[in-house]
Nanobody, 124 residues
Framework: QVQLVESGGGLVQPGESLRLSCTGS????????IGWFRQPPGKEREGVGC????????YYVESVRGRFTISRDNAKNTVYLQMNNLKREDTAIYYC?????????????????WGQGTQVTVSS
């Protein structure tokens, strides 16, 4: 059974860091581009960033650029989202998703597999 599982969410204060993990079960993540998305409370789902399966190139949306970093450990079949200097507006459910290799995109319709999400809350 193909499955993506996110972990690492939690409650942090503004300015702190968290690292989310996305682990594949039933398929190999390094054959796929991986995207991170989030859904803030009461809002639509939005893209955060993505990483290529081929050369590890990444793309980030402007609101997180310079604070968030996506990386992958193919030996562990895991992709990470390192989030630094978190802000209250980063509060959301965070999802990872996988798509077959193609140009990097944040269009959620391009992604075939989705995790169940992990809650990140930034509050003092």
């Amino acid at each position: 059974q193909v499955q993506l599982v996110e972990s690492g969410g939690g409650l942090v204060q503004p300015g702190e860091s968290l690292r989310l993990s996305c682990t594949g079960s039933g398929f190999t993540l390094d054959y796929h581009n991986i995207g991170w998305f989030r859904q803030p409370p009461g809002k639509e789902r939005e893209g955060v960033g993505c990483i290529s399966n081929s050369d590890g190139s990444t793309y980030y949306v402007e609101s997180v650029r310079g604070r968030f970093t996506i990386s992958r450990d193919n030996a562990k079949n895991t992709v990470y989202l390192q989030m630094n200097n978190l802000k209250r507006e980063d509060t959301a459910i965070y999802y990872c998703a996988a798509t077959v290799p193609r140009l990097l995109t944040m269009d959620p319709k391009a992604y075939d597999y989705w995790g169940q999400g992990t809650q990140v809350t930034v509050s003092s």
